[in-house]
């Protein structure tokens, strides 16, 4: 039966890669440019007609310009910014801009949608979501894909901010205003790529995918968020079943300026946040600066967060950790996380949530008031680090169930 099973998935796998190949191979170009820019031989004046004309696996070339479009798209296709001459010049920014408004009675306005579908690519575009009235709901996004796989690459990604976050509600999760939000409600699986793009002015996270089923691969992205000064701004957040590849990034916040410690706590902001995925997820040579959690996780299982670079986190610590298992934390360099007195460590792991079975090993902490808190010797195995300027090296948990020691100079 299981034998019969994989020849199922397989036979299945070869069909879609024959239609993907036979797409590809019959792929036609659509050339698309606003009637008073430079656009030689372009056929359509707007993106959303080249849409609709073209066939599964096509390809449609977009010209500099303003096109103030909201797109759906529900089959294969590629949609990437084109290099046009224009006054002797070089120009290639494709900017949409549309107002938002409600598609197809959709939970999310996004700029552009891409649903029930696979084999999407979005690249060389420049896309604002700027010109939307959401208060609190709908969701808000600049590219949505719901049920959907594809690629966003080489991208401006901004603008999906809500007029006045402070009124709403300020969860954690899920929030409302992203560079990317990837869902589903279908099993999948769905797999979408988020690679080498500037996502910045988002209200909530630069990249969030949730529900088992789907994987986001996010790598050598800039995000940079403004920090608590929007309450709960995560740079990228993975969450409820689903799986992230996190790798190479340089993810910015904000840090807490005027704020009291407690208030930044409640408002904080955190680099890469993991919360309930699914097994395998990894986090590694990312660059995560300004936040007041560099890497928070909460429900996870066989993960690798390894190679990072932390720095200037000034409330909680470079990394925080609840419900972690059977995973590795290695070879990450953590320093300036200060100010001391707020007890605040390099790796932080939370006594008594489920922490066990994990490997700490081969990190760099610099300045700090320790460098890793961990449960106990038998739950995780902690070794080969290095400790510079901690006030603390290695601090047991279970030896101070209601307080650290005092963070004074000896």
């Known amino acids: 039966m299981l034998r019969a099973k994989r020849l199922f998935v397989g036979a299945i796998l070869v069909i879609t890669s024959c239609l993907m190949i036979h797409a590809e191979g019959n792929a036609a170009t659509l050339r698309v440019g606003q009637s008073n820019t430079s656009c030689p031989n ?17 390809v449609i070339d977009i010209c500099p310009a303003l096109y103030p479009e909201q797109l759906v798209i ?3 296709l590629t949609l990437r910014g084109v290099l046009v001459e224009v006054d002797g010049n070089d120009v290639k920014r494709v900017l949409l801009q549309p107002s938002l408004q409600d598609l197809e009675d959709l939970p999310v306005e996004a700029v552009i949608t891409v649903m029930n579908t696979w084999g999407v690519t979005i ?24 049920n959907a796989s594809g690629r966003v690459a080489n991208s401006a990604l901004f603008g999906a901010q809500l007029a006045n976050p402070q009124s709403c509600d300020n969860a954690v999760f899920p929030g409302n205003g992203f560079g990317v939000l990837v869902d589903s409600n279908k099993p999948g699986p769905f797999h979408v790529a988020v690679e080498q793009n500037s996502i910045h002015d988002f209200t909530k996270d630069g990249v969030q995918a949730i529900n088992a089923g789907v994987t986001v691969e996010v790598e050598s992205n800039h995000i940079s968020g403004v920090g608590p000064s929007i309450p709960l701004q995560f740079g990228v957040f993975i969450a409820n079943g689903a799986v992230g590849h996190i790798n190479h990034n340089t993810i910015t916040e904000g840090p807490c300026g005027t704020l009291s410690y407690n208030d930044c706590i409640n408002a904080r902001s955190e680099g890469v946040t993991l919360r309930s995925v ?12 300004y936040a007041q959690s560099g890497i928070f996780i909460n429900g996870v299982n066989n993960a690798r967060i390894t190679n990072n670079l932390i720095s200037n986190i000034d409330a909680l610590d470079g990394m925080d950790i609840q419900v972690f298992t059977n995973s590795v934390i290695d070879g990450n ?13 390099g790796i932080w792991e939370d006594s008594g949530t489920g922490v066990t079975g994990n490997t700490i090993s081969h990190n760099t902490v610099n300045d700090a008031y320790c460098g890793v808190e961990f449960v106990t010797a038998d739950a995780d195995h902690v070794e080969s680090n290095e400790y510079h300027n901690t006030l603390y090296t290695k601090l ?3 030896l101070y169930p209601v307080s650290f020691p005092q963070p004074v100079e000896p």
């Open 278 to 289: 699914g097994d395998g997820a990894v986090v590694d040579h990312n660059i995560i600066t």
């Open 42 to 58: 372009a056929q359509y004046t707007t993106i959303g007609a080249a849409v609709k004309a073209a066939a599964p696996g096509d």
């Open 123 to 146: 690249e060389n575009l420049a896309i604002d979501a700027s010109q939307n009235s959401v208060g609190c709901t709908p969701q808000l996004a600049d590219i949505h894909f719901y």
């Open 396 to 398: 047991n948990g279970d």
């Open 333 to 345: 360099t953590i320093f300036n996380a200060t100010p001391i007195a707020n007890e605040s460590c």
């Open 74 to 76: 529900t089959k294969p």
